[in-house]
């Protein structure tokens, strides 16, 4: 688990995503770990979103509205964050882990 700047956040995502091969996520957690977006790696066109914050929902996006979409949930979920943690995923099961406080 690392902490993110903001600002490399979503180029940073971008990268990670683009180097794995499926499956494969990415969770981002605020700093109280309260609020969270989890993005997977489905396959190399397509890619499922989970919001868990002000809003929850799910989006299955291709690739090319990875960026726009994720640059959209990243201010909704994150408005007054300056760092972001970030978490790799291997299997989406992962998510009903708790995430424990240091």
Do not use: C, W
Request: aromatic letters at 6%; proline letters at 5%; a positive charge.
């Amino acid at each position: 688990m690392s902490l993110i700047s903001i600002e490399s956040l979503r180029p940073h995502v971008l990268r990670l995503l683009a180097k794995a091969d499926p499956p494969f996520g990415l969770e981002l957690l605020s700093f109280k770990r309260d609020r969270s977006v989890a993005v997977f790696r489905l396959s190399d066109q397509r890619y499922f979103l989970v919001e868990h914050g002000f809003i929850r929902q799910e989006h299955i996006v291709e690739a090319a509205g990875l960026s726009r979409l994720l640059k959209v949930i990243i201010k909704r979920e994150f408005p007054r964050s300056h760092k972001v943690r970030l978490v790799k995923i291997s299997v989406p099961n992962e998510l009903l882990q708790t995430h424990q406080g240091i």
